[in-house]
């Protein structure tokens, strides 16, 4: 598709739990994405991150969530689309990524099986060759054939493994934008090292966007070009990821750079800058 400005752009976005009692999940929210680049929004757990991510994804039950606001891909607000019209947007125009790989994949089915069933959904393939596929696109993370013909299944293989073919699957069918949701928090921290940098170079190679989503400062900074800062649902903090470690103009951005900065011992993921 033929494309000016950005690939995404999100305008007053508002999540609200109204079952919960609580202040709203996220409070007016805006922000753009071009074609290929990577945002982190970073913030401290309740801050309003996946709410973000599932509302974008249309991955929210309407019946308890509240939804505000605007999130146009390719021009298209998402938050008016049918359920129907939001399928076929996810895979092939925008898929996610989530934080426990294990729990992602179905421990009863293939992990071939499952990338092939992507592929057969959003992109109506048949299953010869939504297998021959799949397997590619697992080649691509790391996963030969060999591995998975001894270990088919998700608990034979390691989080790591499990989280490679997590991507594999939500790359296959080619999407533009790929949010990834604290894809290495439940993953050792060389393991971390390997995800970023396999999620770095796939969406470079393939041009994709991507939303980074993380508690990890020093993590964000090696990956995203901007970062927004969440704080009890408010952006509190939008720019270029050097501007705002260097110049942050709100207090818990401050202290978070402070945080790391005294923690020699963070145990964070060492990945070298992009
Ligand atoms: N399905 C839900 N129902 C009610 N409250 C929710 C639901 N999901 C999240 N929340 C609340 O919304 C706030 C933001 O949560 P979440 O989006 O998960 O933040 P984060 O991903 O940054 O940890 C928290 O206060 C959380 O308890
Ligand atoms: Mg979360």
Request: aromatic letters at 4%; charged letters at 20%.
């Given at each position: 598709?033929?494309?000016?400005?950005?690939?995404?752009?999100?305008?007053?976005?508002?999540?609200?739990?109204p079952?919960?009692?609580?202040?709203?999940a996220?409070?007016?929210?805006?922000?753009?994405?071009?074609p290929?680049?990577?945002?982190?929004?970073?913030?401290?757990s309740?801050?309003?991150?996946?709410?973000l991510?599932l509302a974008?994804?249309?991955?929210?039950?309407?019946?308890?969530?509240?939804?505000?606001?605007?999130?146009?891909?390719?021009?298209?607000?998402?938050?008016?689309?049918?359920?129907?019209?939001?399928?076929?947007?996810?895979?092939?125009?925008?898929a996610?990524?989530?934080?426990?790989?294990?729990?992602?994949?179905?421990?009863?089915?293939?992990?071939l099986?499952q990338?092939?069933?992507t592929?057969?959904?959003?992109?109506?393939?048949?299953?010869?060759?939504?297998?021959?596929?799949?397997?590619?696109?697992l080649?691509?993370?790391?996963?030969?054939?060999?591995?998975?013909?001894?270990?088919?299944?998700a608990?034979?293989?390691?989080?790591?493994?499990?989280?490679?073919?997590?991507?594999?699957?939500?790359?296959?069918?080619?999407?533009?934008?790929?949010?990834?949701d604290?894809?290495?928090?439940?993953?050792?921290?060389?393991?971390?090292?390997?995800?970023?940098?396999?999620?770095?170079?796939?969406?470079?190679?393939?041009?994709i966007?991507?939303?980074?989503?993380s508690?990890?400062?020093?993590?964000?900074?090696?990956?995203?070009?901007?970062?927004?800062?969440?704080?009890?649902?408010?952006?509190?903090?939008?720019?270029?990821?050097?501007?705002?470690?260097?110049?942050?103009?709100?207090?818990?951005?401050?202290?978070?750079i402070?945080?790391?900065?005294?923690?020699?011992?963070?145990?964070?993921?060492?990945?070298?800058?992009?």
């Amino acid at each position: 598709m033929a494309m000016n400005g950005p690939l995404l752009e999100v305008k007053g976005l508002g999540v609200a739990y109204p079952a919960a009692a609580a202040p709203a999940a996220v409070k007016d929210v805006s922000f753009s994405l071009n074609p290929g680049s990577v945002l982190g929004v970073i913030g401290e757990s309740g801050s309003g991150k996946t709410s973000l991510a599932l509302a974008l994804m249309g991955l929210l039950d309407t019946a308890s969530a509240r939804i505000a606001g605007e999130a146009r891909f390719e021009g298209r607000n998402l938050l008016g689309l049918s359920e129907r019209e939001m399928c076929r947007i996810r895979g092939s125009g925008m898929a996610m990524i989530f934080q426990d790989p294990v729990a992602s994949l179905d421990p009863a089915m293939r992990i071939l099986d499952q990338v092939a069933e992507t592929l057969r959904l959003h992109r109506g393939l048949g299953r010869k060759q939504a297998r021959s596929l799949a397997a590619g696109e697992l080649g691509k993370v790391g996963i030969e054939p060999e591995l998975l013909a001894a270990a088919p299944y998700a608990h034979q293989l390691s989080g790591g493994q499990c989280q490679r073919a997590m991507i594999a699957a939500a790359l296959a069918c080619g999407p533009r934008l790929l949010i990834a949701d604290e894809p290495t928090s439940s993953l050792d921290v060389t393991l971390q090292a390997q995800v970023i940098v396999l999620l770095r170079e796939r969406c470079r190679q393939d041009d994709i966007a991507m939303i980074f989503i993380s508690h990890d400062l020093p993590l964000v900074s090696t990956i995203a070009g901007e970062v927004m800062v969440m704080y009890r649902g408010e952006a509190v903090e939008y720019g270029a990821c050097g501007q705002v470690l260097t110049n942050p103009s709100h207090e818990f951005t401050a202290e978070m750079i402070a945080a790391v900065a005294d923690g020699p011992e963070r145990g964070g993921a060492t990945v070298a800058p992009a």
